[in-house]
């Protein structure tokens, strides 16, 4: 990565709404030209001046605007739910790297609750593919409109709802979609969402296709040098190799998380 990756740059905050319970979505736009080449699950760490650095995937990006995703879980997240209109943060990234596809593939994304954050990005740059979207929330009250903030995504063939509470959609968890969905019929298969989720999905994944997971581990310096996001059983870090790995690449990392 470049240098310029890891400095702080400073960002006004163009909006910071609450679209579901305890669910924010904020924009920001640069100060100076940062030229950002920003790719699909990447994720910025986004300083709130003394009280936290928090790492966060980009949601949108126009080329100018940075969209993110957030749910209320601690003190950082909440600080960052109270900052208003044209107040003054700082981001560094692009960090991590893109989820590779390839033109004309078949995907199937399955996410959980906040899990949905990187999606619509990813969806938006997959020009080319097909895409069906299963997402899973534990109540309706936690759903926002994708479509509406995020706007329309052609290449996003079948949207799927489902709520634990019966509220919305399907009634049931998303990873109820694995034994519905014929999985040999696409490419990749990839999963975001909570751990025990992703455990789970790794586990019923068709192992004729490509499963992938997006993991969120503790990110603290998002740079590969603290060592917090380490991968148990191999030699890699979720801020500079990941977040998407393969789901045989994260089985030792998996097996301590209780299912």
Do not use: Q
């Not at 910071?16 to 100060?31: D, K, M, R």
């Amino acid at each position: 990565m470049e240098k310029k990756k890891f400095e702080i740059k400073p960002v006004k905050i163009e909006r910071n709404e609450e679209v579901a319970e305890n669910t924010f979505l904020i924009s920001f736009l640069p100060l100076e030209d940062l030229s950002l080449e920003v790719k699909p699950f990447n994720f910025f760490m986004v300083w709130i001046p003394r009280i936290d650095f928090i790492p966060l995937s980009v949601s949108d990006y126009d080329g100018n605007s940075l969209t993110f995703l957030y749910k209320i879980k601690g003190n950082g997240t909440k600080a960052l739910s109270l900052k208003k209109k044209n107040e003054i943060l700082g981001i560094m990234g692009p960090l991590g790297k893109e989820f590779f596809f390839k033109n004309g593939e078949k995907i199937l994304v399955v996410a959980g609750g906040i899990g949905i954050a990187p999606i619509p990005y990813f969806v938006k740059f997959s020009k080319g593919s097909e895409i069906d979207l299963v997402w899973g929330v534990k109540k309706g009250s936690e759903l926002f409109e994708v479509t509406k903030i995020y706007g329309k995504m052609n290449n996003l063939k079948n949207f799927i709802i489902y709520t634990e509470d019966c509220s919305y959609g399907k009634c049931g968890k998303a990873l109820d979609a694995l034994r519905e969905i014929r999985l040999n019929e696409y490419n990749r298969i990839l999963s975001v969402g909570p751990e025990v989720m992703m455990k789970n999905f790794c586990n019923l994944c068709n192992k004729k296709n490509d499963c992938y997971v997006a993991l969120e581990n503790l990110t603290k310096c998002g740079m590969g040098i603290c060592g917090s996001c380490y991968i148990k059983g191999t030699t890699k870090l979720m801020c500079s190799d990941g977040p998407v790995f393969e789901c045989s690449e994260v089985k030792y990392h998996f097996e301590s998380i209780i299912a």
